[in-house]
């Protein structure tokens, strides 16, 4: 257990729909991360947040939105999905948001779009 | 922009058997890397991290990497392959960022599929 939490674990929607995800970093972790995880592009990096602010931005679509919140968490907010947005999304925290932490990873959630 | 390069998508041991993945990057600063595993239906998990401390690194269950600056490269290893370690094995690199930024972003390999055959 990483100490990284997402939820929900699985998530069906249908084509045009909006979701969110959640995800709550370890104690003490200032930074989250948010990557997709698919069959044909791999894993790929999303975006990052440290204490709040975007520190990264990387592959996300427009149709894709993050926050931080003050109590660390974070959602990563998919509209107007598409069947490729079906893919496995992870969470990663770290405590100080720089190239030399560590990342832990959540659990991940499965999202499905039909 | 940093890249990495698994070679060989699925590798196939024999329990007991020497486990090597191949791992190699391409930075334009020293890096620093990891190895993941993710097992079936999980996230993932740390393997091991190079910080240009050691070359040679240790990481848990028995697994090694060794960071070759002349070749690019920083395989995993496992002397004696356990059916336990079937699961697949990313190679990361972190990105430092441009102009005095510092990012954690993590470029990924394509992943290799480890299978342990009895």
Same mark, same amino acid.
């Given at each position: 257990?990483?100490?990284?939490?997402?939820?929900?674990?699985?998530?069906?929607?249908?084509?045009?729909?909006?979701?969110?995800?959640?995800?709550?970093?370890?104690?003490?972790?200032?930074?989250?991360?948010? !990557?997709?995880?698919?069959?044909?592009?791999?894993?790929?990096?999303?975006?990052? !947040?440290?204490?709040?602010?975007?520190?990264?931005?990387?592959?996300?679509?427009?149709?894709?939105?993050?926050?931080?919140?003050?109590?660390?968490?974070?959602?990563?907010?998919?509209?107007?999905?598409?069947?490729?947005?079906?893919?496995?999304?992870?969470?990663?925290?770290?405590?100080?948001?720089? !190239?030399?932490?560590?990342?832990?990873?959540?659990?991940?959630?499965?999202?499905?779009?039909? | 922009?940093?890249?990495?390069?698994?070679?060989?998508?699925?590798?196939?041991?024999?329990?007991?058997?020497?486990?090597?993945?191949?791992?190699?990057?391409?930075?334009?600063?020293?890096?620093?890397?990891?190895?993941?595993?993710?097992?079936?239906?999980?996230?993932?998990?740390?393997?091991?991290?190079?910080?240009?401390?050691?070359?040679?690194?240790? &990481?848990?269950? &028995?697994?090694?990497?060794?960071?070759?600056?002349?070749?690019?490269?920083?395989?995993?290893?496992?002397?004696?392959?356990?059916?336990?370690?079937?699961?697949?094995?990313?190679?990361?690199?972190?990105?430092? *960022?441009? *102009? *005095?930024?510092?990012? *954690?972003?993590?470029?990924?390999?394509?992943?290799?599929?480890?299978?342990?055959?009895?």
């Amino acid at each position: 257990d990483s100490g990284v939490t997402q939820t929900p674990k699985h998530l069906i929607t249908a084509t045009g729909q909006r979701v969110t995800l959640r995800c709550s970093p370890r104690s003490g972790d200032l930074s989250v991360y948010w !990557y997709q995880q698919s069959l044909d592009q791999g894993l790929q990096f999303l975006i990052q !947040y440290y204490n709040g602010e975007e520190r990264a931005k990387g592959n996300i679509l427009e149709r894709f939105s993050a926050q931080q919140f003050p109590d660390l968490h974070s959602e990563l907010n998919l509209s107007s999905l598409e069947l490729g947005d079906s893919a496995l999304y992870f969470c990663a925290s770290s405590v100080g948001g720089t !190239y030399t932490d560590t990342q832990y990873f959540g659990p991940g959630t499965r999202l499905t779009v039909l | 922009a940093q890249s990495v390069t698994q070679l060989g998508s699925h590798v196939s041991v024999s329990e007991g058997a020497l486990v090597l993945l191949r791992c190699n990057y391409s930075s334009s600063v020293p890096p620093y890397l990891f190895w993941y595993v993710q097992y079936p239906n999980q996230g993932l998990q740390l393997l091991l991290k190079y910080t240009s401390a050691a070359t040679l690194v240790k &990481g848990i269950n &028995g697994f090694e990497a060794e960071f070759k600056k002349s070749e690019t490269s920083f395989h995993l290893t496992k002397p004696s392959a356990h059916m336990s370690d079937a699961a697949e094995y990313f190679c990361a690199v972190s990105d430092r *960022g441009a *102009g *005095g930024t510092s990012y *954690g972003k993590l470029t990924f390999g394509q992943g290799t599929i480890l299978t342990v055959h009895p």
